[in-house]
């Protein structure tokens, strides 16, 4: 490092796919936000790893705690790894658990490993690799859970939006397993609501969780889109959406139709990559 560094610096490397910035979190000593090329991709807790700052992870929180009984050890493979606030948060709240991340980004893997690092007891594998390609070689029948948060940038890379993705990854859950997919989207939500008729064309119980604000395109944000084959813990997941500091919706069965409307399946030749934020968004420069 060359130097001492102090707990207040905000610490800048260039990675694979930019520049990485670890920014101190002054109201909460120990934690941290990563930033790849100015956007805010991860927030950890280094000392309560329970702490879920970002509103997308804790609706993705809210999944993992509901994903089996209480404590009880899971297998989840993390296709996006950032800052690894999800697996830290499992292992955390599931002792044993048996953890899988996929990072394309050989350089954050290293810097996260070595300013952020993870306990020795944990059971988390990170590999380097494309998480489509990753996907395609996983065993069939092995996960609980299955979460795609992979940004390049602050966009999802187009090979991970179709039906043919989703299917992949549809093969790697156990029978009772959960996807959860993670985008962002605004405005008239076309790429939202693909990515919900994409992910029920492969799944037959699937859920979309947003703030109100968000589903009705009056502002960017995120969009946390579930799907199983066995009935989803709705109820359960309305209640804690609901009670989030910033109150989410959950829309499912009519509703989820409605909102998809006449919106087509997403496939490898349709693909797109999710729209580029408005400027101002997730923190990124208005100039």
């Not at 994903?67 to 948060?89: F, I, K, N, S």
């Not at 991340?101 to 290293?110: N, S, T």
């Not at 969780?209 to 395109?217: Q, S």
């Not at 009519?254 to 999710?274: K, N, W």
Request: glycine share 8%; net charge negative; with cysteine.
């Amino acid at each position: 490092m060359g130097r001492t560094r102090k707990a207040d610096e905000t610490i800048t490397r260039e990675v694979d796919s930019g520049i990485a910035e670890l920014v101190p979190d002054h109201d909460v000593s120990g934690a941290w936000t990563l930033r790849l090329n100015g956007t805010p991709q991860s927030h950890v807790d280094l000392d309560d790893p329970c702490h879920l700052e970002f509103e997308y992870i804790r609706r993705l929180g809210h999944v993992a705690d509901l994903l089996a009984p209480t404590a009880e050890p899971v297998r989840a493979l993390h296709l996006g790894g950032g800052a690894l606030t999800l697996p830290r948060y499992i292992a955390a709240t599931r002792p044993r658990s048996t953890q899988q991340v996929v990072e394309v980004d050989a350089a954050l893997i290293e810097l996260v490993r070595g300013l952020l690092p993870l306990d020795r007891a944990w059971r988390i594998k990170i590999r380097n690799g494309d998480a489509r390609e990753v996907l395609t070689k996983a065993p069939a029948d092995t996960f609980d859970l299955v979460v795609t948060d992979v940004f390049a940038g602050a966009r999802t890379p187009a090979h991970l939006t179709s039906v043919e993705f989703v299917e992949l990854a549809e093969r790697t859950l156990r029978g009772g397993g959960v996807y959860a997919a993670n985008i962002g989207d605004g405005g008239k939500l076309a790429f939202a609501k693909a990515q919900a008729a994409t992910v029920r064309a492969v799944f037959r119980h699937v859920c979309v969780l947003a703030e109100p604000a968000v589903f009705r395109g009056r502002r960017f944000g995120n969009f946390v889109i579930l799907g199983s084959h066995v009935e989803l813990p709705v109820s359960d997941l309305v209640r804690r959406t609901a009670s989030d500091p910033f109150p989410g919706r959950v829309e499912h069965d009519e509703s989820l139709v409605r909102f998809i409307g006449g919106t087509p399946v997403t496939t490898d030749e349709t693909a797109t990559q999710s729209p580029p934020p408005p400027k101002g968004t997730w923190g990124l420069p208005t100039e």
